[in-house]
């Protein structure tokens, strides 16, 4: 009896507490030098020609982006969240996962190299979280993709195809170039309201056998509201 009467408690205890709804990410009001805000959220590093931008992307901004993919409700093949779908009983919907866009405008450099997969997010609370390749998000689509064949054989290779056109390339970008693409990481835990998105290593000067011989290191900080209740803020019901 008293093992029952302390689960009943701490089920009252959990209720009582609710739960965790977090808002976007924007830009944290202290950066680090040389970085500029924009109105749309977006940080941006430059050096000289050289410009390297962050943004993070809410859910709404890419079931836009990839309308096309993001009105099938569960089937639904925008690969970065969970299209229009909505948890049975709910009336807003979790982040599948947390989603960055980044850009580099080459003015400045014969040629600028960044490797996307050693991009990482360490939080204030001493969270971290690393970018997810490409092979990674493949293999947690191919888990929906029952028998390889049919339907959802066919949404599976819809959801790789995107990826592999809009995740951001480990390719160079030549001086007179720009090149821009997504940067995925596992969805954010509760807790977590600022973040420092690290882009670490990026290689603006090279010697005679294509080896970086300097590179710039950059960090990017974001903050975000979490509310507490046992229904989402009005600004978030209903929100993709």
Known sequence: MRAGYLAGLAALVLCACGRYFPGPLHPA?????????????TVTYTRGRLAVSLRP?????????????????????????????????ETWTPSRF???????SNYEYPKVRLDPTRITIQTTNRRRYR?????????????????????AWARFQEQVDIL???????????????AEGYIAFPPLDEDVVQLTVTVPDIAV???????????????????????????PPAQLSGTK
């Open 57 to 89: 992307m809410t859910d709404d901004q890419l079931n836009r982006q990839f309308s096309k993919y993001s009105t099938a409700g569960g089937k639904s093949t925008n690969p970065y969240t969970y299209g229009n779908w909505t948890p049975m009983g």
């Open 164 to 178: 592999r056109r809009t995740l951001y390339a480990d390719a160079p970008v030549f001086s007179g170039q720009e």
């Open 131 to 151: 970018a997810l390749r490409l092979d990674e998000l493949s293999e947690y689509y191919r888990a929906y993709a029952l028998g390889l064949a049919g339907n």
């Open 205 to 231: 000067r090279f010697n005679y056998a294509d080896e970086p011989v300097e590179t710039v290191d950059l960090q990017y900080i974001f903050a975000r509201d979490v509310a507490r209740g046992m229904q």
């Open 98 to 104: 947390t989603v960055f866009w980044l850009k580099i």
């Open 29 to 41: 009001e202290q950066q680090n030098p040389g970085m500029q805000v924009s109105d749309d959220g």
